[in-house]
């Protein structure tokens, strides 16, 4: 063939099997994809999806196409109301040992702790000095505020230098308060009350 001035040979063309294999191998790839959505066409969507297996990256629509089976959603369900009846049970149980349990708290933790200082609470007997008559007359004042303990500053016997504080006897009382049959009757009168009492320095 002669095409100007270049001249072009015709030789005997060398067939490669290997080719022609890849575009049959295309080929017949093409018709199985075309035969697949015609085949596709009409059917549900739900039961194309069906058919792929869970993958990482799979998108929202199969991700749920997938949720909504039974073997998906009983174990998940189980989960869930396992879970309910855990926490349904362990407040039960801490309502249970709350309700049961015994007080805690001591009785000087249960209320106010009133301090009594017996010179200047109540005189009872008109000399001018507070005591223990005069501390028995004021309990329902007491029972009014809602205390339970009684802190009674010191009554024992003392020199009186440091207004009773400076102790000289621990198993008497100063005549100054009363006597000691007089705190027994104040001792027995709170305790008759529900109160409490504390003799502490």
Not at 8 to 16: A, D, G, H, M
Not at 160 to 172: N, S
Request: glycine letters at 6%; hydrophobic letters at 40%.
């Amino acid at each position: 063939m002669t095409n100007g001035s270049e001249t072009v040979e015709l030789r005997e063309c060398i067939s490669n099997p290997g080719f022609m294999q890849q575009e049959a191998t295309r080929d017949s790839l093409a018709s199985a994809s075309t035969s697949t959505e015609s085949a596709a066409v009409g059917q549900d969507p739900c039961t194309e999806y069906r058919q792929i297996k869970p993958y990482a990256g799979m998108p929202k629509e199969v991700l749920l196409l997938y949720s909504g089976q039974a073997r998906y959603r009983v174990p998940r369900q189980v989960l869930f109301w396992l879970v309910i009846a855990c926490i349904l049970a362990l407040l039960a149980i801490t309502i249970a040992i709350v309700a049961l349990s015994p007080r805690c708290l001591g009785w000087w933790q249960a209320s106010p702790l009133y301090q009594v200082y017996p010179r200047s609470f109540r005189d009872s007997d008109g000399d001018g000095v507070g005591d223990l008559r005069g501390i028995a007359e004021q309990l329902p004042h007491f029972q009014y505020l809602n205390i339970k303990s009684v802190w009674i500053s010191p009554i024992y016997r003392s020199p009186m230098i440091d207004f009773g504080y400076d102790v000289e006897d621990f198993r008497d009382i100063d005549p100054v308060y009363g006597t000691m049959q007089d705190f027994e009757e104040l001792l027995t009168q709170i305790h008759n009350r529900g109160l409490c009492s504390d003799k502490l320095l």
